[in-house]
């Protein structure tokens, strides 16, 4: 069992659609990636985790396998999300601009490279454009070769923040000619994990969560690094949505040392060299913080998915058990 497990090299696809209000249609996405409908594992792939957010009509579905088979997975779930999701009848708070809208693709076992997950997004999008003829793509990250765009660039260079998916005028896709308005604009990309960690806080009122956002995010000054944020109106109250980057050590070396000494940042390798990232607990501490000062509070913190760590450690034991759909079982078992 162990020699079995060290030879494992795992990547992790965070594959988001934009559905939460159809559970039939998320779960029919999620048996796709395993291969049957019993959620019995075909492709040597589990579905650890199914996030779904009504008020933002999105979905996270959690896909890990070896690097080698994690294409088939990925392609086969996306096919089923572009046969059942219509962006013509879509409706939702978060911005979007595809029936699958993301594609990223992280290493999770550290002899894994960037590179390669780049060379299964490439794969990815190639077949899925045989597979969905109507079907466009834009690349980040490693998969955007030579200049590697990050997705927060690509997003503001396409004015995704300003956009639906009913005008992408001015949007031009790397792959695929015509935006189809069924289908949308899926980015697809690879790069060292990024996590969702969204942080709820008691008020209606957007304009205080819009400031703790834009306090927090990393390029402000005294922000978190490797931290986006927007505020978005849910549930009655605000949400702080951070996405939560793994940065190369050496790029924070302009971290406080405040930062350094408390231990705020979880280390990991890939292919011998460590990434950090800001730990849930940071997050969830300073966002408490800066809403105290406005005069509200916190009322609880949605990790979407789980720690890189967490993540391949889950992903090891439902691929040699042969549980494709983990998050069924596991959900089953919590009940």
Not at 5 to 26: D, T
Not at 148 to 162: H, P
Not at 183 to 189: M, P, R, V
Request: with cysteine; hydrophobic share 40%; aromatic share 6%.
């Amino acid at each position: 069992m162990a020699s079995s497990r060290l030879a494992l090299r795992l990547a992790a696809c965070l594959l988001n659609i934009s559905e939460a209000r159809n559970q039939c249609i998320v779960e029919k996405v999620a048996q796709a990636a395993v291969g049957n409908k019993q959620g019995q594992m075909e492709t040597q792939a589990t579905v650890l985790n199914i996030f779904s957010d009504y008020d933002y009509n999105r979905s996270v579905l959690t896909i890990v396998a070896p690097i080698e088979t994690l294409g088939c997975a990925i392609v086969a779930a996306c096919t089923e999300a572009y046969k059942l999701i219509d962006m013509e009848k879509h409706s939702g708070i978060h911005p979007c601009l595809g029936a699958v809208d993301l594609v990223p693709i992280y290493p999770l076992s550290e002899s894994v490279g960037l590179g390669e997950c780049a060379k299964v997004a490439h794969g990815v999008a190639e077949r899925l454009t045989h597979a969905v003829p109507e079907c466009s793509m834009f690349y980040f990250g490693y998969a955007d070769q030579p200049l590697k765009r990050s997705l927060v660039q690509r997003r503001k260079e396409s004015g995704w923040f300003r956009k639906s998916s009913s005008n992408m005028d001015g949007i031009k896709p790397d792959v695929g000619t015509v935006i189809s308005p069924r289908y949308g604009l899926t980015g697809i990309g690879a790069s060292a994990y990024v996590m969702n960690c969204n942080v709820t806080i008691n008020t209606q009122d957007l304009a205080i969560g819009q400031r703790i956002a834009r306090a927090i995010r990393g390029a402000s000054v005294g922000g978190l690094q490797g931290i986006q944020a927007m505020a978005f109106p849910h549930g009655g109250r605000v949400e702080i949505a951070c996405n939560v980057e793994s940065l190369k050590e050496k790029e924070h070396s302009l971290l406080a040392t405040h930062e350094r000494e408390s231990r705020s940042h979880v280390s990991y390798r890939i292919q011998g060299e460590s990434y950090q990232y800001v730990s849930p607990s940071t997050i969830e501490r300073q966002i408490k913080k800066m809403a105290d000062s406005q005069g509200v509070t916190t009322v609880g913190t949605a990790l979407v998915g789980f720690t890189p760590e967490r993540c391949k450690s889950l992903a090891e034991q439902a691929i040699l058990q042969g549980t494709g759909m983990f998050w069924k079982e596991h959900k089953m078992r919590k009940m």
